[in-house]
């Protein structure tokens, strides 16, 4: 405990201590439960949101626009990992409990990788930057599950604090940055792809809303029109 207290000297290891802390107190089940959401379940849940949003883009008047909007979340996470390649070697930073032994990891097989920047913070956050472009409410759900990632990733031992942050801005330069070149790539690509076989990928089909009884109605079916004067006088 002593050794502990005496890492804490920045605020970097202090939260992570703390946040890591309340792994130590909880029940097994609950540390099975945050490792699996952190490691898998967030990201399940940032595509069904890309999916969500897909649907949604694919209804709106300017469709390709927006579908093209969406494709930009995924494919923004890969260019922040492929960015993020250089800059985990630069930095060159071991896990936490490589060099602090006494935290509680709550998965195995990440002793021999880089701690910084993490990649299930900068993934989470591209998607959620990238929706937020598109579609705000589908943007702020995946905003909080972004956040969520990075709490979940310091609980299970594997982040520091800092490595999360870095994550997140990363993710948000690569959206913020990149997005009027993918935009200017990714639209007219849709647009072309409205005119082939793949169009419904871009723009779904409108709705064929029954509207017999008005059509009856405007034309005037005889079993539905009053009878002429003369016949009820008759």
């Given at each position: ?49 890309c999916?969500?949003?897909w ?13 093209a ?32 032994p ?71 330069a ?6 009027p ?17 793949l ?18 109605r ?17």
């Open positions: 405990m002593s050794m502990l207290l005496a890492d804490t000297g920045n605020p970097d290891l202090e939260l992570l201590y703390t946040v890591n802390g309340w792994a130590k107190a909880a029940p097994s089940w609950l540390d099975s439960l945050v490792s699996w959401v952190g490691e898998y379940g967030i990201l399940f849940g940032l595509l069904t949101l999916t969500v949003g649907l949604r883009a694919r209804r709106r008047p300017d469709a390709p626009v927006a579908v909007g969406v494709l930009w979340a995924p494919l923004s996470v890969v260019v922040a990992e492929l960015a993020n390649l250089p800059i985990a070697s630069i930095v060159d930073r071991p896990r936490p409990f490589v060099s602090h006494g935290l509680d990891v709550l998965v195995a097989g990440k002793a021999g990788t880089h701690s910084f920047v993490s990649d299930h913070s900068t993934m989470s956050m591209a998607v959620a930057v990238a929706l937020f472009l598109v579609n705000r409410r589908l943007g702020a759900i995946a905003g909080v599950l972004a956040l969520l990632q990075g709490f979940c990733r310091m609980f299970m031992g594997v982040h520091y604090p800092t490595d999360v942050l870095g994550g997140y801005a990363l993710a948000a690569v959206v913020l940055l990149l997005a070149i993918a935009m200017a790539v990714l639209v007219p690509l849709c647009h072309a792809l409205t005119r082939s076989v169009a419904p990928l871009v723009t779904a089909a409108p709705k064929r809303t029954a509207r017999r009884g008005r059509n009856r405007r034309e005037g079916h005889p079993e539905q029109q009053p009878a002429p004067e003369s016949d009820l006088a008759a």
